[in-house]
């Protein structure tokens, strides 16, 4: 039976690499972090309870040192004739990057260092790729560290940083598309929102009176994006993009439209652009957060090689507005700066520590033009990042 056995597992060890070609790949980091946060003369409150009296607390500034972590392992499998199937498992935390000792203890009484975090599949997807068009279905990676209409059009309640990396972790649900059209690649995408439940038919008993009621006006929310990327001079990328949500009455549906630019020759190194609108004119029956609002997103980064391109110094600045149509004006100010090093790399992986310095400054006016908010948070980092 053991002869038998090993037998077995020999032939689909020889026969695995005929049937597919699969690629393993990944990356692990480990990042101290200082984080410095400063609300000025506008302190943050926060009410509590205690024995039954209301305290408000005021948080004029606090400091935190903390360490966060992520470790990914990415597969992607190739079966013939352009169809491929494509997955990565790693943490869902804010940008897959969980703090140290949080998580899950292996049992009750266990040490804060026994923490550990689940692994979830963080992405999913297959499709064909063939000359000039393809397609996929799943949970996709959507590149929005790249492309700050997913942050303006997502998150216009959480402007500063890049919060669909963060907090969607750059990816969703639902299928795309892209064909080679002209000059340039048209791509398009069909997001899963909002998966709600569309009918349900109920009884309800009262008095030993039962009634039947169908519930069916509740809407499946998407949003669809259309991009059309293009090359110019043989350096300049130039990509118009659309962002458009459809969903149930009373839930937002903003539409977002702006430009992405790569590759700009700017000296001895490139500049990366893009400037995004949006508008919004349902406001979320559900939620006070989101209201009707317009806004817009402006993104410039700098990258400058060093080291005859071993490497790289990234300089990032955003800007983005929010309107509240019955609330404040939000304006941040975004600033990121780091240093790449490499200081080793090979034809199986590199091993990368990247310094790097990230402020947010936030402000907030009513109607009247009173400042309401004046915060500043600064992150001093350094990144330690092994990839294979």
Known sequence: MKKLLASCLMALLVAGPVLASITFSGDARFRPRMDMMDWGDYPKTVQSVVDGDTIATKTKAKTDYYYIWRARLHADAQIGNGWFWKGSMGVNALAQLPRANTGNAPADGAADNSIRQDVSWMLNYFGMKREGWGF??????LDSYNNPGFDLHYYPHKPGEFPFYIWSNDAAFGFAYYN???PGKLGMRVLVDDDNLNANEFETVYNDTTSV?????TADGYTITLDYSIKLMDKITVSPALFYAMADDYVPQPLTLGVNAYGIPAGPGKIDAGFFYTMNNE???NSTSIGEYTGMLGRLRYNLPMRQG???ILLWYDYTSIDWTDAD???VHYLWLHYNWVP???EMG???VRPTLRLTMENKENDAGTTTLEYTRTKFEVTFEIKF
């Open 350 to 352: 590199s091993f990368h």
């Open 180 to 182: 080679k059209i002209g």
């Open 310 to 312: 071993k490497d790289a």
């Open 329 to 331: 004006l939000h304006t």
């Open 283 to 285: 406001a979320d029956n």
């Open 136 to 141: 996929a279905m799943g949970l996709l990676p």
């Open 213 to 217: 009621s169908n519930d069916l006006d």
């Open 344 to 346: 080793y790399k090979s």
